[in-house]
């Protein structure tokens, strides 16, 4: 809530007028022009919502508020905060969106929580701008009336806020930025440091991804930029050489070049526990697909899907083992 408010600072470009009908009819108006990260938490308070309805209607109040937490956590505050960082630094129409959208956003997760936390709820939702008409109580003394939280309506479920392709797409940059900061992590890296990532054997999609939001994910990972790698990766290669960083969705090969940046011996064991892994994996997998009993009765599709994994696998886990052999030979 916080930081809503400090966007409406005249530092930040000062507060902005009320659209008229109200945010939410402004929001369904423009629903095709939003960025990618707006219908993105637009679509998945309305999952939210659902989960929390179904909770409550089963008695299963602890289905309803830890979905309300994993939303408000971990998608809200861990990440559509950091999204809306860039739109609102950049000022124009995409500051003035992303300023409605989180708004409605926080007003309606008000709703949601305040069955579970009703003074806190009712102290932060009197603090937003906007606040919805239709709220009004009358004071008992015959004052003027005053809004509360009590008497505005529990969200309903809207399946026409989902939004299946912005839910993919930012599931894929978030990992892309999560698998970097993990990187940085493991080899001591300040946060802040920069360095170029290359990118190879990448599915069209992929590509497409890296180059149309390049911007917000060297922002949020705090990197130079992406580089399409150019070449192929030779076995007797020398020299530190490259960490490899391999991606399921999107289906993309990362490469940050080590020498000068990070201590040898601490990628090798990052690696070393990646194959590690990714071996117990394919074993698994492949236990699974030895069993007569697994191939005859499970369903095709699922057969299919479990030896597209093992191919997979088996990929990665070389690939991992050639650049683990590339270190060990400095």
């Not at 026409?160 to 940085?184: A, M």
């Not at 069209?204 to 130079?224: D, F, M, N, Q």
């Not at 479990?306 to 590339?326: D, H, I, P």
Request: net charge negative; glycine share 6%; aromatic share 10%.
């Amino acid at each position: 809530m916080k930081f809503f408010h400090l966007q409406l600072e005249e530092a930040q470009g000062g507060p902005v007028a009320e659209p008229e009908g109200g945010v939410e009819q402004w929001l369904v108006a423009h629903k095709n022009e939003l960025l990618i990260q707006n219908r993105w938490i637009l679509s998945r308070l309305q999952r939210v919502t659902d989960s929390v309805e179904n909770g409550l209607q089963a008695f299963e109040l602890n289905i309803s508020t830890q979905a309300v937490y994993e939303f408000s956590w971990h998608e809200f505050c861990d990440w559509y905060i950091e999204f809306a960082k860039l739109p609102l630094r950049e000022g124009g129409g995409n500051r003035l969106q992303t300023l409605y959208t989180l708004q409605f956003v926080l007003e309606r997760l008000m709703r949601l929580m305040h069955p579970f936390m009703p003074f806190v709820t009712e102290e932060l939702w009197q603090t937003l701008p906007w606040v919805p008409e239709g709220a009004e109580v009358q004071h008992r003394t015959g004052g003027s009336s005053q809004k509360t939280l009590m008497l505005r309506k529990f969200p309903e479920f809207n399946k026409t806020w989902l939004h299946d392709e912005s839910e993919r797409v930012v599931d894929e940059l978030r990992e892309i930025i999560q698998s970097l900061r993990n990187f940085k992590g493991e080899n001591n890296l300040s946060p802040k440091t920069e360095f170029d990532v290359f990118f190879r054997n990448e599915s069209k999609s992929a590509r497409l991804l890296i180059e149309k939001y390049c911007s917000l994910l060297g922002t949020l990972a705090k990197i130079k930029g992406f580089q399409p790698w150019v070449g192929e990766v030779r076995e007797d290669e020398t020299g530190p050489g490259h960490a490899v960083i391999l991606l399921t969705r999107p289906q993309l090969e990362l490469r940050i070049p080590l020498e000068g940046l990070v201590d040898i011996e601490g990628e090798v064991k990052r690696l070393e526990k990646e194959i590690e892994k990714f071996s117990e994996e394919l074993a698994f997998i492949r236990n699974k697909l030895s069993k007569e009993s697994f191939v005859a009765k499970a369903p095709a599709a699922l057969v299919e899907k479990e030896r597209t994994r093992e191919k997979e696998l088996v990929a990665k886990t070389e690939e991992l083992a050639a650049s683990l052999k590339r270190l060990k030979r400095k």
